[in-house]
């Protein structure tokens, strides 16, 4: 009797304990450009969307978490070297200048932040830092940890687009490939990156019975269609599937071209593979013809489109956080999705600024909650990273997996030619 009325008193000490702390301070630390041109995740877009998270978290969590969120973004960067050059500097001024031992730091890194900078700086920090950088970890899916040890991934990972076109190819046992790449200006080498990712991940390995023949061909996106239809006529001779890593515009013209080279007759096929939906990358719906245009219609019906398939629509789940997002978006910066788009539906990068926001709030309460003991210590970017690894989130916008290698791995969108609807319809999601 007396031992359990001890532990009792004791456990009861230790919930009064946790209970009674001070809140957990978190603050995200926010590189992003503010305006770069071409990019979905500029401030009108990501700002308004991690304001109202923080208001929303702490809403949620009063008392036991505080979270704030603090910008470094310079109005001024027109470019991605703008970006990366001043980011470094200014977080190694605030963290070793401002940090606090009991704050729990995350920081935000843009696509323009180079995996050898900010996430090199972070690691020596021991800071916990969420990239959208496409390409920073695509070898690291295959070798896992082998990056910044505090770094986690959530932009469109190459990784997850090429084990979508593998599934995909491996499915129709289409092992001859041609990879075809548009080399454009204005994407910042995206579709060279995702065919690296490809080549690399389709080589031949102890565990896979699969040998892939795979060549790559770079084009400019100015290339003149003469040329263009030359290096479709020799690359037809090697091989009947072409994954093409290109703008929709781009694909577009080569199935303008198809017919020309006898390559709408159903012997071939192109597979076009899409990171972002917008129509700067490319979009379902200009694939679409109108009922007075069936001209070459083989052509389409020989395409796959492949797209980083959108969580659930969050218009009525989230209907309150989309207009309050709106209202804030329109307020500061007086813009207005279009067509009247969710925020969080847009394609732009609104979802992704709440993801990643989120994301270090919820490493830190798993952080917590995983041993009380934790919540006294400092913050450790090191063991907020590690639990990511093979491991789901519940976040608002919906459910995030992650690899071992600490990359979010997307669903895709596998979209045909309807030839009813004459239009992209879905076919499966790969998951």
Not at 125 to 131: G, H, N, R, S
Not at 139 to 153: E, G, M, N, W, Y
Not at 278 to 288: E, M, N, R, V, W
């Amino acid at each position: 009797m007396f031992s359990r009325t001890v532990l009792t008193y004791c456990s009861m000490v230790v919930l009064q304990h946790a209970f009674a702390r001070p809140p957990r301070d978190i603050e995200v630390l926010v590189t992003l450009q503010y305006d770069v041109p071409g990019f979905v995740t500029n401030a009108v877009y990501m700002n308004p969307a991690m304001q109202v998270w923080r208001e929303e978290f702490n809403k949620r969590h009063g008392g036991r978490y505080n979270v704030s969120v603090r910008f470094f973004q310079h109005k001024d960067h027109r470019t991605c070297d703008d970006v990366t050059a001043d980011a470094v500097a200014d977080i190694s001024e605030y963290l070793i200048r401002e940090s606090r031992p009991d704050t729990c730091y995350g920081i935000i890194e843009s696509a323009c932040n180079e995996q050898n900078g900010l996430s090199s700086l972070a690691a020596e920090l021991d800071v916990l830092a969420i990239t959208l950088n496409m390409d920073a970890m695509n070898k690291d899916f295959l070798t896992p940890r082998s990056h910044p040890q505090t770094t986690i991934s959530m932009g469109p990972s190459s990784a997850s687009f090429s084990m979508a076109v593998l599934t995909v190819l491996r499915y129709y046992k289409w092992y001859h490939v041609t990879v075809l790449v548009e080399v454009t200006s204005t994407l910042s080498g995206l579709y060279s990156t995702m065919a690296a990712a490809l080549l690399e991940m389709a080589k031949p390995s102890d565990d896979d019975d699969v040998t892939y023949e795979m060549v790559a061909q770079y084009v400019k996106s100015s290339i003149s269609n003469d040329d263009l239809k030359g290096v479709l006529h020799v690359s037809k001779r090697r091989s009947r599937v072409f994954v093409l890593f290109s703008t929709g515009v781009f694909v577009l013209r080569i199935l303008a071209m198809t017919d020309e080279l006898h390559m709408s007759n159903g012997e071939y096929v192109f597979i076009n593979c899409q990171p972002v939906k917008t129509l700067s990358y490319g979009i379902p719906a200009q694939f679409t013809r109108s009922v007075n245009d069936t001209s070459n219609l083989n052509a389409f019906r020989s395409l796959i489109f492949l797209l980083s398939a959108t969580k659930e629509a969050t218009a009525k789940t989230l209907a309150d956080v989309n207009s309050r997002i709106a209202r804030v978006t329109k307020d500061k910066y007086n813009f207005t999705y279009p067509n009247g788009d969710p925020a969080l539906d847009s394609g732009f990068g609104a979802r992704s600024a709440m993801d990643m926001s989120e994301m270090v709030a919820l490493l830190v309460v798993d952080r917590d909650t995983s041993d009380p003991h934790l919540a006294e210590q400092r913050c450790s970017g090191r063991d907020l990273a590690a639990r990511v690894s093979n491991r789901s989130f519940t976040q608002t916008t919906g459910k995030s997996y992650f690899s071992s290698g600490g990359i979010r791995l997307y669903n895709t969108d596998v979209f045909a030619f309807n030839t009813s609807t004459l239009s992209l319809q879905v076919l499966y999601c790969r998951q």
